[in-house]
Nanobody, 115 residues
Framework: QVQLVESGGGLGQPGGSLRLSCAVS????????MGWYRQAPGKQRELVAS???????GYADSVKGRFTISRDNAKTTLYLQMNNLKPEDTAVYYC?????????WGQGTQVTVSS
């Protein structure tokens, strides 16, 4: 089992920055991929950014150049640095870990971008 707890959400201003963190605990070996998803009201959950066990990263086109995903070497904390925030970034952000090709999810953290 893997437990995920997100933090760092809140209110951000357009053009501003926020940093999300996800504490990973439990069975953290055999992790295939870690990532951040988001779900805005009335929309489907979408992949924002991911990082593989080898360190390769990927981003949704909408956040490329603005968001950066990273993790510590022990894979116990996942981060999402969000810069140049836009109102359309408003959503609940979820931490995701794929371990032995099974998905684990955090409870989500609200990010609201508004002036």
């Amino acid at each position: 089992q893997v437990q995920l707890v997100e933090s760092g959400g809140g209110l951000g201003q357009p053009g501003g920055s926020l940093r999300l963190s996800c504490a990973v605990s439990g069975s953290i070996f055999n992790i295939n991929r870690m990532g951040w998803y988001r779900q805005a009201p009335g929309k489907q959950r979408e992949l924002v950014a991911s990082i593989t066990s080898g360190g390769s990263t990927g981003y949704a086109d909408s956040v490329k150049g603005r968001f950066t995903i990273s993790r510590d070497n022990a894979k116990t904390t996942l981060y999402l640095q969000m810069n140049n925030l836009k109102p359309e970034d408003t959503a609940v952000y979820y931490c995701n870990v794929v371990r032995n090709w099974r998905d684990y999810w955090g409870q989500g953290t609200q990010v609201t971008v508004s002036s």
